[in-house]
């Protein structure tokens, strides 16, 4: 176990009082999206902010790192009024005070590892020389000195986001900001970035503030922010903190259970409905998602219900999402759509449900009988996607991942790194965007499988 070693004996480092941020203040389609939050954060402190998406955690952490302005009250990091500071101020702050390391890197490709890295410094005219020194140590120190040469696009995921920590560090910041900075990494690079992160609060007493919508991280801080629609819900404070140890997986604090005994305890405690209702709640929000953009988390929330009960009971009729999505928000509190738009918008949702359900059945129909159940997946998968693979090492590779993955021993995002991974490295060698598409598609073909075979337990009881 790991000593908290931040001091709370010395002033606060950051200090938020009566913070709101609202998007779109005073319109039709306003989003209050942070609502009087009161922290302090104390030097070299390893702060979370957890919760679901949209929840607000990402707003408070840039409007921390200055990026978003704040509706109401007021940011003072080590003694500075954020919002009093003049552009040139700011872009100090932002420079030298506050390093931000992102989901999505944001390196840029047509530059090497190195000058990445360097970038920072260059933009605050570093002298050459020491700007290169300084990169060279943060590659050994973070390893990849050996791809200082190569572009983003040639390393892995961990690599890259390796290179956006060293390039986070090269103006030697005191605080750290990281969103869901394991967001787009497998399971073991995301532990080796997690590792190192913890590594610069430890050793290095860099204040850091991550943000996280991942249970298994909250033991590695010193204290944990939940959040829920915009509020400060609860704090947890670590009195002793969980080591994460680069190269190794990290055990969560309970064994996790595995999809089917999940699915079977819904049996046991709710009976068939309770599982229905949470495979439906999952494709719901798959549809919902990748259909809508625009919409708060209320207004998603809404359409879902329609969503799910035609997922249930595909005779629901359409007719009452299409008139949610028409009826005016001041009277009925619909969306306040025309009658063109709410059509529109109704048939792609319907159609990509029905879409779904026959996916699904045929999935289910064709592959739940089969006994190697990893090889008739990678058949499945492969013909769905209308793609092939010739190679038996890529074969072999995809098999095994799917395997795994069956037993919970992966997620969905190992799974997806597996597919896209080259073949040199052990991978399937897939396109990155198909990669991504195949691992949320064997995702809701696994689910339905679990119901399935549960279904057929409890008729045989």
């Known amino acids: 176990m790991l000593p908290v070693v931040f001091d709370m004996s010395q002033s606060a480092a950051i200090s938020i009082k009566n913070l709101s941020v609202t998007y779109f203040p005073g319109k039709s389609n ?54 009093e500071l003049s552009n040139s101020e700011l872009e100090y702050y932002h ?24 970038l920072p410094q260059i933009a605050v005219g570093g002298k050459k020389k020491e700007r290169q020194a300084e990169a060279e140590r943060l590659m050994k120190y973070f390893g990849v ?4 040469s190569k572009l983003p696009n040639e390393l892995s995921g961990g690599q890259q986001q390796r290179v956006a920590i060293c390039r986070s560090l090269i103006n030697d910041p005191d605080i750290i900001f990281a969103d869901e ?9 995301a532990q080796d970035v997690l590792a190192l992160i913890q590594e610069l609060n430890i050793k290095q007493k860099k204040t850091i503030i991550l943000v996280t919508h991942d249970p298994s991280h909250l033991d590695i801080a010193d204290r944990v922010f939940f959040m829920k629609d915009g509020k400060i819900t609860d704090t947890k404070k670590n009195i002793n903190r969980r080591k994460i140890t680069p190269g190794q997986e990290v055990a969560t604090p309970e064994p996790q259970k595995t999809n089917l005994e999940l699915v079977s305890d819904t049996f046991t405690k709710e009976g068939a409905f309770g599982l229905e209702g949470m495979m439906m709640d999952y494709k719901a929000k798959e549809i919902v998602a990748e259909a809508l953009t625009g919409f708060t988390a209320e207004e998603i929330g809404n359409i879902e219900h329609y969503v799910k ?40 949702l319907m159609h990509t449900a029905e879409e779904m359900r026959e996916l699904h059945d045929r999935a289910i129909s064709k592959h739940k009988k089969k006994p190697d159940y990893a090889a008739e997946l990678r058949y499945y998968l492969l013909d769905t996607f209308k793609t092939s693979l010739h190679n038996t090492d890529a074969i072999d590779a995809m098999e095994s991942i799917i395997n795994d993955r069956i037993h919970d021993r992966t997620d969905r995002k190992g799974v997806q790194a597996i597919f896209d991974l080259d073949l040199a490295r052990g991978g399937a060698g897939l396109d990155k965007r198909l990669a991504r598409r195949m691992a949320k598609h064997l995702d809701l073909v696994l689910l339905g499988r679990y119901r399935v075979e549960n279904t057929q337990i409890q008729k045989k009881k």
């Open 30 to 83: 306003e989003v209050p999206a942070l609502s009087n939050a009161n922290l302090d954060i104390y030097p070299g402190e390893f702060i979370i902010f957890f919760g679901p998406s949209g929840c607000g955690k990402s707003t408070l952490l840039y409007s921390i790192a200055g990026l978003e302005k704040p509706t109401e009250g007021e940011i003072l990091v080590q003694g500075l009024k954020l919002h």
């Open 95 to 118: 420079q030298f005070t506050t390093g931000m390391i992102f989901q999505a890197f944001y390196l840029i490709p047509s530059l090497s590892v190195e000058k990445n890295i360097m």
């Open 145 to 148: 000195y050996e791809q200082r």
């Open 181 to 189: 900075p394991v967001g787009n990494l497998d399971s073991k690079s």
């Open 309 to 348: 009960d035609y997922l249930l009971d595909v005779k629901t009729k359409p007719a009452a999402l299409e008139q949610y999505l028409d009826e005016d928000f001041l009277i009925h509190n619909g969306l306040s759509l025309n009658k063109r738009s709410a059509s529109r918008l109704t048939k792609i």
